[in-house]
């Protein structure tokens, strides 16, 4: 199988790209990432050299650029590529429209013209909006984002929806819960706190701390998309999650904890606007129909990655850029 995965040099596009090759090594993939902030080589090193894998630096927005790689033969396209920090959506939606959206729909037109065999759309649980302290999402639940990160997924989810209402191409959306492990930017909760707290720098904790979200390792996630790809009933939507809810302060009392550090790092700080208070999946639908099971537990999942990243600090040095310092100093203030 062919696949040409987008946004492979991201968090969990890079971690699905070291799956997937470990667990179809006749598999081929072409990787197609713009590299932005998000985007990190680093993240591939690994798999660098395997003749099945191979990286093309471009725009899921460029048509010209993706040509090519489409006339050569391609049987899955995985949308994984994405603007996909919330707060940076707030600052400026912009992007996150351009982006998320108009470069699904270049991709699904090139899926269209040149007669794919499947498009994979990787989608999140935000599209949902937000949930009182009971009930879970459900691929029945209505779309009502409250983000501009999550209103623009959930434009592209509705423009993969019509490719095969309109068109007849074969699609599946996966909409799933916070992911967590190895190579996550360190804008991103879990991450940032470790970061922080080895640095002994305040852990900024938005609003109360309480909004609780579903914690996907993301491997897990992976083996997900991955039953979707070989065997997801055409058209349909899966949702994924680890069923696994935590509060924000849970989730850096645990790193507090694991990396001997005192709780008076927390500082609380100004809550995001339009803040969700608590997300939870339903995944009965992928592990009744695709034999889905997650295999890690929050517990593990969460010492594995402290233990991680306090193994690849070199690699937090490096994905820490002189833009992404400007942005933290934007969004936390000098701490
Ligand atoms: P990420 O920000 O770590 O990676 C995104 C990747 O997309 C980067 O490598 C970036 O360079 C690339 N990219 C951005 N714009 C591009 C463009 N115009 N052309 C080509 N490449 C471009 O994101 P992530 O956390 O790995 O998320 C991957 C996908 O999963 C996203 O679609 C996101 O919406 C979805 N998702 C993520 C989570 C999560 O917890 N991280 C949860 C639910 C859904």
């Given amino acids: 199988m062919k696949l040409l995965v987008t946004g492979g040099a991201g968090f969990i596009g890079s971690n699905f790209v070291h799956y997937c090759l470990r667990e179809h090594p006749q598999d081929e993939i072409i990787n197609v990432d713009i590299l932005t902030y998000a985007g990190n080589l680093e993240n591939l090193r690994l798999i660098d050299s395997n003749p099945n894998y191979r990286f093309v630096k471009a725009d899921i927005t460029d048509r010209a650029a993706l040509e090519p790689l489409f006339q050569a033969g391609i049987d899955v396209v995985v949308n994984f590529a994405a603007e996909s920090h919330v707060d940076r959506s707030i600052l400026d939606p912009s992007i996150f429209v351009m ?41 029945e639940t209505p779309l009502q984002a409250n983000s501009p990160y999550s209103a623009s997924k959930a434009g592209a989810d509705l423009l993969v929806r019509a490719y095969h209402e309109t068109f007849g191409l074969n699609v599946n959306i996966t909409r799933c819960s916070n992911n967590y492990g190895p190579y996550q930017f360190p804008e991103k909760l879990i991450p940032l706190m470790i970061q922080n707290a080895l640095a002994d720098k305040s852990l900024p904790v938005y609003g109360d701390g309480l909004n609780i979200r579903d914690w996907l390792y993301v491997e897990d996630h992976c083996s997900a998309i991955d039953l979707v790809i070989r065997k997801g009933r055409t058209g349909e939507i899966y949702n994924i999650g680890g069923n696994n809810e935590r509060n924000n302060i849970q989730v850096v009392n645990t790193i507090l904890h694991e990396l001997n550090k005192p709780e008076s790092l927390i500082t609380y700080v100004q809550d995001r606007l339009g803040h969700d208070r608590r997300y939870a999946i339903d995944a009965t639908k992928i592990s009744e129909q695709l034999g889905w099971k997650p295999k890690h537990n929050y517990e593990s999942g969460i010492l594995e990655t402290i233990r991680w990243y306090l193994s690849n600090l070199e690699w937090m040095e490096q994905v820490r850029s002189g833009a992404y310092q400007q942005y933290y100093e934007k969004q936390y203030g000098e701490r």
């Fill in 99 to 139: 982006t998320n959206i108009m470069g699904t729909q270049v991709l699904l037109d090139l899926a269209k013209l040149h007669g794919i065999a499947k498009f994979v759309q990787v989608s999140t649980d935000e599209v949902y909006g937000t949930l009182g302290e009971t009930g879970l999402f459900t691929e």
